[in-house]
């Protein structure tokens, strides 16, 4: 097995892999390989283009690691390689953080219980949260995004205080008036 860390050597892998896979599959899986292995040097290369832009724009190390780690692929990567500098609790618990105003501004609050063996976020809904009919949206359109970004590894989240949707006409759930009218600000979430 190459190093890792050697571009010629790994490239070379690379090619020899996919000629291995020409000999020995079919037309049509071979072209799903090479596709395969494109969109992931260009998904690379993207994530590496916007952390020479970051870099270019960060006036200390703190400024840097800040901005690599906020950026949504540049962090992603970090965490896909288990390379970012912070955990995944505390990654969770910036994340709330951040979506606490939005929570607040409905009288809502949303506390951490922890993350299970499983990979499972326990959270629960507090003040006017608890309970109400839109906090199934509000879990769905704020929380839930705001975790996944930061905490993409995370296996599921549990949430107490979610209320069933109401039913109306037919069985289907009424739309809260609420959550159309306010929706999650984007930094809310990133």
Do not use: W
């Not at 040097?41 to 960060?58: C, N, P, S, W």
């Not at 992603?76 to 994340?95: F, I, M």
């Not at 105003?101 to 219980?113: M, T």
């Amino acid at each position: 097995m190459p190093k890792r860390d050697d571009v010629s050597t790994v490239g070379e892998r690379i090619e020899v892999l996919l000629t291995e896979l020409a000999e020995k599959a079919d037309p049509a899986t071979v072209e799903l390989a090479e596709d395969l292995v494109h969109t992931m040097v260009e998904f690379y290369g993207a994530g590496l283009a916007r952390v020479m832009g970051i870099v270019d724009k960060a006036a200390n190390r703190d400024d840097l690691v800040t901005a690599l780690t906020d950026d949504d692929v540049v962090g992603g990567l970090l965490v896909l390689h288990d390379l970012h500098p912070l955990g995944t609790e505390e990654r969770v618990r910036a994340a709330l953080d951040r979506i606490r105003p939005y929570l607040g501004s409905h009288a809502g609050d949303v506390e951490y219980h922890g993350i299970d063996d499983e990979g499972v976020l326990h959270l629960s809904l507090a003040g006017t949260c608890d309970g109400c009919p839109s906090s199934t949206i509000t879990v769905r359109d704020a929380i839930e995004k705001a975790v996944q970004r930061a905490a993409p590894e995370l296996t599921g989240m549990a949430v107490a205080g979610v209320a069933e949707p109401d039913a109306g006409p037919g069985g289907r759930p009424l739309l809260p008036l609420q959550s159309l009218t306010c929706p999650v600000p984007e930094e809310a979430v990133s």
